[in-house]
């Protein structure tokens, strides 16, 4: 099982609509828990943490789901400028079982439509 | 000021030539990191120094060098690189190993 997982996608939803990714994730110590938008040619940018209770930031609400070790991405009344990559990223475990960097999946590309 | 910058922005080499990234952060970060991201793959994590001194080289392959003078500064040395070195490559830093990272806006390589 790979680190980090993502579907690729593209999702095309049309503008207004509610839109929610997963990302599975295969270490079960992981602690910490990101979401980073990437627009094309550019680079990544922290959109929100994760937490165990699960956030919201406007439109965005994030969920965190240990038993299943999966966290998601929720987005409703999409906009044109949410169009981008959505990647999940996942703190690393090292050695001593400390947190030791971070994980990125490939990303989900989203699409708004007019 | 951006927090990261990376030059050149954009970057064609031949096989045989030597070149060199160049990041510099003004977040007064204490950790700064190589990325290599390529089409169709994750981010991978290529080197990591904490406190300008290096902690982790991902098998990266010699023909990529790394120098870190002090925190703020870090340098890609490129020489003899091949096609598939083609990429665009992040440099990012943070506050401790688990901070938000922060990217420059990349050094998209082409290597004929």
């Known amino acids: 099982r790979k680190e980090v997982e993502q579907d690729p996608g593209p999702f095309n939803v049309p503008e207004g609509a509610t839109v929610a990714f997963n990302c599975t994730y295969s270490?079960?110590?992981?602690?910490?828990f990101f979401w980073y938008r990437q627009d094309c040619r550019k680079e990544p940018k922290l959109l929100m943490s994760?937490?165990?209770s699960g956030n919201e930031d406007g439109r965005f609400t994030a969920q965190l789901n240990r038993a299943s070790q999966y966290i998601s991405l929720l987005i409703r009344d999409s906009k044109l400028s949410d169009s981008a990559t959505y990647l999940c990223v996942v703190n690393r475990v090292g050695p001593g079982g400390g947190a030791d960097g971070l994980t990125f999946g490939k990303g989900t590309h989203l699409i708004i439509q007019p | 000021e951006t927090g990261v910058t990376q030059t050149p922005r954009h970057l064609v080499m031949g096989m045989t030539n030597k070149k060199s990234l160049k990041c510099e952060q003004h977040?007064?970060?204490?950790?700064m990191y190589w990325y290599k991201q390529s089409a169709k793959k994750p981010l991978e994590l290529m080197f990591v120094?904490?406190?300008?001194?290096?902690?982790e080289n991902n098998s990266v392959p010699s023909r990529f060098s790394p120098e870190c003078p002090n925190s703020s500064h870090l340098f890609l040395h490129l020489h003899t690189l091949q096609p598939e070195d083609s990429a665009l490559y992040l440099c990012a830093s943070s506050q401790g190993r688990t901070g938000e990272l922060f990217f420059g806006e990349g050094s998209r390589l082409t290597v004929l």
């Open positions: 120094y904490n406190f300008k001194e290096q902690t």
């Open positions: 977040l007064g970060h204490n950790a």
């Open positions: 270490n079960s110590a992981s602690q910490s």
């Open positions: 994760v937490y165990s």
